[in-house]
DNA sequence: GCCATTTACTTTTGCGGCGGAAGAATCCAC
DNA sequence: GTGGATTCTTCCGCCGCAAAAGTAAATGGC
């Protein structure tokens, strides 16, 4: 409740020396000057501030006591995690996700609300209400971060979110009056991408790609640690994405796109045009896993267009890491195969393999990645990214 | 001829301001420091031991003397082009290319021979041959640069080239202990990316891809100002990139592969196959424009495949601009209209056009690009991309 | 148990490089 | 010619770093 809208003015040296315990844990001085590539004066220098207004702690020692080398043992910094905490929303349609991070992003608490109105007002006040709840039990809240589907601009107002009806609302300005909280608005799979990029699969990478699998496509591209904005972001991603021009026709899609056949929509509008019958999405992968023919069918060729994809992605951006997110990479335990073959044969047998990870999220992940935004502001001191 | 192997000790401050002016043309010191983010104050400070050295120098008045403004003039800085020279070579089966170039890496000679062996040893003697008969109208020669189709590994030895039935060949020691002068060797495609990233098309820019076509295909990958480097490097590549899997079948190629639909042997042979009778790749070309059958048809498809390449390249890497260069673009102008109507289709509707530039390269093209690694050593003082 | 050794961190000192402010240079406008 | 505009230079002060020396805290050998 004390904290400003952003730490301390923090000198160059000792942001980056916070953002590397932030992100890769606790780290002792001598270690931090080793990656900063720093004398360690200058970090007896940086620390010092840090620690004194309560920012870094000394924490006793590192994993194994049993771990004992020669010498004065090191003395890590970690972050307190818990001085302050983060909200992060997401909003989909009919619900409003949200979450509570610590400063390190670790989810110590969820709320959720159904979403009865697209009205802006509306929701900012259900959005203002939730954090009035959250608050309650988690003071110390330093910014609120939301994820919204669809174009945002300036990580304040919603351009345009098809689902929600929504042109240009300054849904940033409209929870800050309610809340009094600094607010950050962004896409929702951008969010994501920022999330994995300082805490999760992206950690310390170059060169990282985000590639979303649910209702619809999200595609993020990391490059020297910053996520590269694209103009057609989150506004029909995919849809041109042209994997096999012979490939089943579905209602929002081209003919054999990433979105017709990879999106969960879409696979179960195959399913149900071939067998008449309705199925969900993990009732569709199961079938495919005993044998059923057309879902079976169905989930191979979506499979193979995403070893396809995954292979394109590889062979163009050289990435050194390939996260797989989203409520529909599933298909992956039951396709996993397909995948692989496929992925092979669309690479250069030379050529390094794909470092692929897979992470199924829910929708509290996606608010996470939300409160993560809020985080790099406080961090950062600035709304760029 | 006094040089030393780079420039004098540069602190990182000189190093920059050198490369700015190096590659974009004269600046002034105030439009340096705007470029650099520097005070006008450093700018004195950093261009004064660069103009005494020789290196810059002040020239007389930008572009057009009557556009006069207000104010003190100001004094564009400008490298000294001429004051050294650079070597560069291209190897190809049976000719040595070899181009001399100024700093700015203006060509201002060229000089080819026939190669009639393969041995190492002979190889280096007439790279050095050709070396002493330029050096006679060029002093100056701060360093040489070589490139080579393979792999190449420490920019010094060929890894592997197939087509020389190189293996693990020292060829920049072998050129350095005939010349005494530094060389440095590298792929040939890795040379002309850096040539056009430093030169070329690709100044400025973030990220850039270059994209050749030739007897293979090359692929270079530039982000933040440096290409990536990767495994699979010149040994077969674009093989793997699948682009319509009904394509043609070709013998070195799989089917419908960037290689077996774009390159000039495998449309030749296309061609061949399907009527009976050889023609170049330029008869091809004419032959399609003119409408006969059998070459339209072939060449319809390729333009088809690199319309399809340039449009998966522009959505998973973003990049700010693609080059397309080597012996085989001259696709592009009788089928010019082909590869934008599939790079459309392949492209979202609200995504930035792609901004495409297409180059005919020569083969001295190629010895300009190696030329221009031994610029960027004298200058950034390694070896070190 | 004590001291050498090793490693981590702190303190001190000095200096390079930068920004900022003031001044000099050189043009245009009237 | 005077004033304004723009570029460049000079000078000063300071921030931030490295280097080096000093302190702290552990282990290991005897």
Redesign the interface.
Known sequence: MTAGASWLPLSAGERSVAIEVLVHGPLSRTELARRLDLSPGSLTRLTKPLIESGLLIEVPEAGSPAEARQGRPSQPLDVVAESRSFLGFKITEDMVYGVVTTLRSDIVARHDRPLTTHDPDRVADLVAEMTAELTRLHPRLAGIGIGVGGLVRDRSVVGESPFLNWREVPLAALVEERTGLPVIVENDVAALVEAETWFGAGRGYD?FVVLTIGAGIG?G?V??GKR?P???ED???G????INPNGPLTPEGERGSAVSLLTIPNIRYQVRAATGRDHTYEEILALAAAGEPMPARVIDEAGRALG?LV???A????PQKILLAGEGVGLIEVAGKVVDDTLR????????PVDLETKVSDFHDWARGAAVLAIQVLVLGSVEA
């Open positions: 060169r595609y591209l490059l020297g590269v694209y103009a057609e506004r029909g991603f849809r041109h994405w042209i396809i292979a394109q992605i062979n163009f951006v050289l044969t669309h690479r250069h047998p030379l050529a390094a």
